[in-house]
């Protein structure tokens, strides 16, 4: 069975930085992502590997801020959050998929495995 359990969440000022973690366990994904959703709001795209290591894509509202890498010894993912802001705040959801097309790799609905999500707030 296929688990993905985020973690590294929590309450920071404007400015600071997180890690989030990504645990993939059960098996090995070719893309992964992150998606984030504030209360009320579409879950959205935040950023994704495509395939490697080296493919990274980003929301353009986290460019130059946020950083997207893994492990593959560990099969984890990591998303560096820096200079965050309150509009970061929101349950940030690890994907996966090894079906994923680049097309539509801002889709949630592209990616079949997802976290339970953990909380990052952002205060002010």
């Known amino acids: 069975q296929v688990h993905l359990v985020e973690s590294g969440g929590g309450l920071v000022q404007t400015g600071d930085s997180l890690r989030l973690s990504c645990t993939a366990s059960?098996?090995?994904?070719?893309?992964y992502a992150w998606f984030r959703q504030a209360p009320g709001k579409e879950r959205e795209f935040v950023a994704a590997?495509?395939?490697?290591?080296?493919?990274?894509y980003y929301a353009d509202s986290v460019k130059g801020r946020f950083f997207i890498s893994r492990d593959t010894v560990g099969n984890m993912v990591y998303l560096q959050m820096n200079s965050l802001l309150p509009e970061d705040t929101g349950v940030y959801y690890c994907?996966?998929?090894?079906?994923?097309?680049?097309?539509?790799?801002?889709?949630?609905?592209?990616?079949?495995?997802w976290g339970q999500g953990t909380q990052v707030t952002v205060s002010s």
């Open positions: 994907a996966a998929s090894s079906t994923l097309i680049l097309s539509s790799l801002r889709s949630h609905q592209s990616y079949g495995s």
């Open positions: 059960g098996r090995t994904f070719s893309s």
């Open positions: 590997l495509f395939r490697s290591a080296n493919n990274k």
